[in-house]
């Protein structure tokens, strides 16, 4: 917890004025963390000899003003949609600061890039012939993503093969410009990027024969980051889930869910120390021989620390079987990612009357048997009661966007930055 996320959530009266404000539930932002997450990647790329550049994933995280203390640092931004680029463009975000790798890039998407001279990150050949007859009389900035040896890593959806793309980059292409290479790797582990790396390497040494220039390597994000600091905490949890799935133990999750898929929401070493392992062994030395730059994307570490989301308890009821209910105004999508859960202890924030202890599912608004906000059972040590305010912390990087959804026509969570109060622009536009 920030310090500043502390003193929000022990403020029941405070926490009261912005759902009166804004609705249930409202996305608190905060960037003050972020600069010093940019400066720890890039102190760590210093101590190791390789000029490290960050680009925010933009898609972490949809708040504006995370966009301006990026911009403000001097470091840039990845976008994945033509909305996502207008925003940042609009922002003031330099084209040569910002990366486009969505996924799918329809023309319109890829002409607002060219115009901008935004580096796009170019997943075909096909792609890259679809570049070079949309620019006309400009240059268009390319970075080829690179997909790896899947001899050597996980099979990817994302890019090509080294040697497919240095088959058909064996001259200059009128137009374009070749400024980097770019990967984009499932996971966090270290390993995975140097091996990436290292052919990277390899590539730029095939295309600079070439007459092409490349400048950096991209490897895109997957900075890991630890949401708690105690690994006796996260032994614990293991353990206590391990006990249930062998049937030792009451299960504490909704239908014995094994929530075999979420983030290891504890982990070492995380963001400068983990970077310092991917440039050891001398792949730091391979980047400065070729002279390249290291550039990153990460979203959820550049957020740790930026956003709570506080939400109204709605009821406390139990299931027609007795089992104890916590209804939320907010939907399961509002805190979700693509993983089975969100592991933190959520924070009771009240200033009423103590009740007793109870144990419950935190239950949404969604007119579904399983709309489960957490999947974990959550102990009350002084009961709970509507009114009462659930503070879930540390949201901000995918938790409160990647996911959400507007159905049964509630509208979409408003996202207020701090501390001074307003509504982020995302929401004024």
């Known amino acids: 917890m920030e310090p500043w996320a502390e003193k929000l959530t022990s403020d029941p009266a405070t926490c009261r004025h912005l759902i009166e404000e804004f609705g249930s539930p409202v996305n608190v932002l905060h960037s003050g963390s972020m600069p010093r997450n940019i400066n ?40 994945a949609s033509e909305r996502e680029l207008s925003q940042v463009l609009n922002r003031g975000v330099p084209g040569e600061r910002i990366i486009l790798s969505a996924a799918i890039k329809p023309d319109r998407l890829l002409a607002l890039a060219i115009e ?41 959806r994302f890019g090509e093969r080294a040697a497919d793309w240095g088959n058909r980059l064996t001259e200059v292409i009128p137009g374009v410009d070749i400024v980097g290479l770019h990967v984009h790797l499932h996971g966090y582990a270290a390993k995975d990027r140097a091996l990436a790396l290292q052919e990277c390497c390899q590539l730029v040494d095939s295309l600079r024969e070439c007459g092409h220039s490349p400048q950096f390597i991209d490897l895109g994000g997957g900075v890991p980051m630890s949401y708690i600091e105690s690994e006796e905490d996260w032994i614990r949890y293991q353990s206590a889930k391990s006990a249930t799935s062998a049937g030792y133990a009451e299960s504490f999750t909704w239908k014995d869910d094994p929530l075999s898929n979420t983030y ?13 392992d991917v440039l050891s062994k001398g792949v730091a030395q391979m980047l400065i021989d070729r002279g390249l730059r290291l550039h990153l994307e990460p979203g959820r570490s550049l957020l740790d620390g930026c956003g709570v989301t506080l939400a109204e ?9 007795g089992l104890p209910l916590v209804g939320l105004a907010m939907n399961r999508t509002q805190c979700r990612t693509t ?11 009240t200033d009423g009357d103590v009740g007793e202890e109870i144990e419950a599912y ?15 059972r959550i102990r009350f040590p002084r009961g709970v009661k509507p009114g009462d305010i659930i503070g ?38």
């Not at 935190?362 to 974990?376: M, S, T």
């Open 362 to 376: 935190l239950v949404g608004a969604y007119c579904i048997e399983d709309e489960l906000i957490l999947r974990r």
């Open 116 to 156: 901008n001279g935004v580096i796009i990150s170019v997943d075909s050949r096909d792609e890259l012939d679809r570049i070079s007859a949309l620019v006309g009389d400009r240059v268009a900035r390319v970075a080829p993503r690179v997909a790896p040896d899947p001899a050597v890593l996980p099979p990817t």
């Open 392 to 429: 879930i912390p540390n949201t901000a990087g995918y938790f409160m966007h990647i996911l959400e959804s507007a159905s049964h026509q509630i509208p979409l969570a408003k996202n207020v930055v701090w501390p001074e109060g307003q509504l982020d622009d995302i929401d004024a536009d």
């Open 40 to 79: 720890e990647l890039v102190d760590a790329g210093i101590q190791m000899g390789v000029d490290t550049r960050i680009f925010f994933a933009r898609k972490a995280n949809k708040g504006l003003t995370f966009v301006d203390a990026v911009k403000d640092t001097g470091h840039g931004v990845d976008v």
């Open 313 to 321: 308890v709605a009821f406390v009821k139990t299931r027609s079987d």
């Open 339 to 349: 993983s089975d859960d969100f592991l933190i202890d959520p924070l009771h924030i």
């Open 264 to 276: 290891p929401f504890y982990q070492t070493p995380v963001r400068g120390n983990w970077l310092k």
